[in-house]
């Protein structure tokens, strides 16, 4: 079932908006429809500009994979991002960190040790925050750009880590060597609607299956200047997914923002973000911040509005893509 009841959300304000126009490709109408319906949806609210990115396994000679370009940027020192919530992302992965009275719970670890220690743990000090205050550690899937600095962060600070049970299992399979770190030690696991209560936050955890089996979104409230706002962030809609069934396919991974969407309606959420900062413009309000170029609100606070545009222009670029695998195969039979 496509994701009507957000198109509708949507509809009036599309209505009163201009819209923005998609690229033209060579790409059949099949494929091409579902990107103008997905720039027209976006309309730069939350991250025009990189939508050809998300859109790249569309066709490669079209829409070129945003992770090589992002990789060449230099790495935003850490950021506040909220009175208690702040970034600590590289160019091209995120972690988050929750500050709260009793502690800090820490969402994603970065690629390895090296890096949690120059970017966690020195970007905290450098944010007046002390790592060792680290009491959780929330995995939001089991790849190892997210989790490769956990076992270092948890063995050093004896913090707690989360994850979903059958991504702990993908995490915990055995792999070939690569630059990221060995998984943390097999320890909390998270299920649907669960809660975490620390000091005086409480965040909700959601399973959005599709980027992997397992994939976790929380919803965080948080305050900017004292007032409040709520952050929804989705924990991976990386659309490689698609590619394979295994991990969910595209029926999955549109379920999953589908369900999130609603959710993070309901929560009030009024931010989206996501484990990457090419997928949500992390990295550039990370740099307004620093050069103190930032509006006197938080660059991330986008209304409700964009929140839910942001999530039906991913499901379009699902459609899009499932679209442009089914003319290949039919290309491909005799």
Known sequence: MRCYHLLALLLPAIAAAEPYDAPQTALPESVQGHIDLAYLILKGDVSRGNLPGTLYLVDDKTFQSPVPAAQKLPSQPAAKAFDQ???????????????????????????????????????????????????????????????GGAKYLQEKYHARVLMSDIDWDLALK???????GPPPARDLSISDGQS?????????FY??????????????PVTDHG???????IGGTGLNAVKNPSQGGGQVLR??????????????ADVVISSHPFLDDSWEKARLVNEGKAPNSSPWVCGQDAMLRYYAATAE??????????????????
């Open 317 to 334: 670029a699902v459609y899009a893509i499932e679209a442009y695998d089914r003319l290949q195969l039919t290309r491909a039979q005799p």
């Open 196 to 204: 975490l209560t620390l000091g005086k936050s409480t965040v909700r």
């Open 255 to 268: 379920q999953s923002l589908a369900k999130f969407a609603k959710i993070s309606l309901a929560a009030g």
């Open 85 to 147: 919530f702040y970034y600590l992302g590289i160019n091209w992965v995120s972690a988050w960190a929750l500050n709260t009275s009793d502690g800090i719970i820490l969402f994603d670890t970065l690629e390895n040790a090296e890096q949690a220690a120059q970017y966690i743990e020195g970007g905290l000090r450098r944010l007046g925050l002390d790592p060792a205050r680290i009491k959780y550690i929330v995995i939001t899937h089991g790849h190892g750009d997210h989790y």
């Open 227 to 233: 007032r409040p706002h709520v952050i929804s962030f």
């Open 174 to 180: 055995p792999a070939p060597a690569s630059r990221f």
């Open 207 to 220: 399973l959005t299956p599709g980027h992997t089996p397992g994939t976790v979104s929380s919803i965080i």
